[in-house]
């Protein structure tokens, strides 16, 4: 790993713990173990850094490459499979637990370097959702609507598992699904 990722991930670790405003560039710096200015070097700014924390790092490709549906069983109920989507897709966001901690908090702060990716890692979510439901449980007659449902209990339970964070993921996980399931079957 070189300099500038490293920068990059101590960036994302300290700042999805108390927020971009929260950290300075001295901080980071003596994080990373190197001067200030090898961070200007970088970054010319703390914006800078934030949206190259977003942008770069391709957070979104590699969320939507982690939801792979493999082994799912096309004779198993629609419940089952709309559940086993879910899961995978949760299992998914929980790979990148600190960018989306990041981009909620930083949208929360109405942050503006952080709204467009956080707007297209939104639409990233909406699209990969609609994608697998049309693939995995094509009975459902109103896929737009169920993957809008879908992310929102994604959302759901990523904000329960912040503010409850010893509450076991797998038991959240199955609370939202289950949710899922029965708001829409």
């Given at each position: 790993?070189n300099?500038?990722?490293?920068?990059?991930?101590?960036?994302?670790?300290?700042?999805?713990?108390?927020?971009?405003?929260?950290?300075?560039?001295?901080?980071?710096?003596?994080?990373?173990?190197?001067?200030?200015?090898?961070?200007?070097?970088?970054?010319?700014?703390?914006?800078?850094?934030?949206?190259?924390?977003?942008?770069?790092?391709?957070?979104?490709?590699?969320?939507a490459?982690?939801?792979?549906?493999a082994?799912?069983?096309?004779?198993?109920?629609?419940?089952?499979?709309?559940?086993?989507?879910?899961?995978l897709?949760?299992?998914?966001?929980?790979?990148?637990?600190?960018?989306?901690?990041?981009?909620?908090?930083?949208?929360?702060r109405?942050?503006a370097?952080?709204?467009?990716?956080?707007?297209?890692?939104?639409?990233?979510f909406?699209?990969?959702v609609?994608?697998?439901l049309?693939?995995?449980?094509?009975?459902?007659?109103?896929?737009?609507?169920?993957?809008?449902?879908?992310?929102?209990?994604?959302?759901?339970?990523?904000?329960?598992h912040?503010?409850?964070?010893?509450?076991?993921?797998?038991?959240v996980?199955?609370?939202?699904?289950?949710?899922?399931?029965?708001?829409?079957l």
């Amino acid at each position: 790993m070189n300099q500038r990722e490293r920068i990059l991930d101590e960036a994302l670790r300290l700042m999805s713990a108390e927020g971009s405003a929260a950290m300075s560039m001295r901080q980071l710096a003596q994080a990373c173990g190197v001067q200030v200015a090898a961070i200007y070097h970088y970054f010319p700014s703390k914006d800078a850094l934030l949206q190259s924390v977003f942008e770069e790092r391709r957070y979104d490709t590699r969320l939507a490459s982690q939801v792979q549906v493999a082994g799912l069983e096309a004779e198993a109920d629609v419940p089952e499979r709309l559940r086993a989507v879910f899961n995978l897709f949760w299992s998914g966001a929980l790979e990148e637990e600190d960018v989306l901690r990041l981009l909620l908090g930083e949208g929360l702060r109405n942050q503006a370097v952080a709204l467009p990716t956080g707007s297209a890692m939104l639409e990233l979510f909406r699209t990969g959702v609609l994608s697998l439901l049309e693939q995995y449980v094509p009975e459902i007659q109103d896929t737009e609507t169920v993957s809008e449902v879908f992310v929102a209990q994604i959302f759901a339970g990523f904000i329960q598992h912040i503010f409850q964070p010893d509450l076991d993921t797998d038991l959240v996980a199955s609370r939202a699904a289950e949710v899922l399931v029965r708001s829409v079957l």
